[in-house]
């Protein structure tokens, strides 16, 4: 069945670089999202990429989707103890309001 | 703008009780949904409305109710509250993915509720 997989945590210390990924199975999806979500609040789209690109850089953050390994990742730079908060994958589905989400990647920066 | 509001931010129920946790958009978004978030499973979607008096049941629907009269208001109903329904509760909507729509989902901030 569709399914988007993810680790439930990660840890790094501050100042370094951050890969948290995502392994999804319905490779007919149009868009794929990174959302956070930061303690207590709803969760907000962090950045995205379309389904034809291998690469999107936004400052610190650089995604990257492999299509032929069904996998997206998530890079950030210099992580912060801002950046400490839960990270989903998620994948929705040209003429549809279909979208499946990963279970969330706990991020935890150590000082 | 205000996007996704939600109320109540917080409940704590008792078994058996019943409640509406409230939905309101104003991004005139024809998509709006329930999820809730329990630790380690994620989002699980409860119901889903493209538009106004149209709803579906999601992956979880069983013991809530939904309605969609306006295209702004999304209203969730706890018919008889249980403990197992203690969750996180979100709301979210987006418009229809298109050429210059990348179908991003808007999060209200989540109503907690405890069924004790």
Known sequence: GEDVEQSLFLSVREGDSSVINCTYTDSSSTYLYWYKQEPGAGLQLLTYIFSNMDMKQDQRLTVLLNKKDKHLSLRIADTQTGDSAIYFCAESFSGTYKYIFGTGTRLKVLA | ?116
Not at chain 2, 29 to 54: C, F, K, N, T
Not at chain 2, 62 to 74: A, C, H, L, P, Q
């Open chain 2, 1 to 116: 703008n205000a996007g996704v509001t939600q109320t109540p931010k917080f409940q704590v129920l008792k078994t058996g009780q019943s409640m509406t946790l409230q939905c309101a958009q104003d991004m005139n978004h024809e998509y709006m949904s329930w999820y809730r978030q329990d630790p380690g499973m994620g989002l699980r979607l409860i119901h889903y409305s493209v538009g106004a008096g149209i709803t579906d049941q999601g992956e979880v629907p069983n013991g809530y109710n939904v309605s969609r009269s306006t295209t702004e208001d999304f209203p969730l109903r706890l018919l008889s509250a249980a403990p197992s329904q203690t969750s996180v509760y979100f709301c979210a909507s987006s418009s229809e993915q298109g050429h210059t729509n990348t179908g991003e989902l808007f999060f209200g901030e989540g109503s907690r509720l405890t069924v004790l």
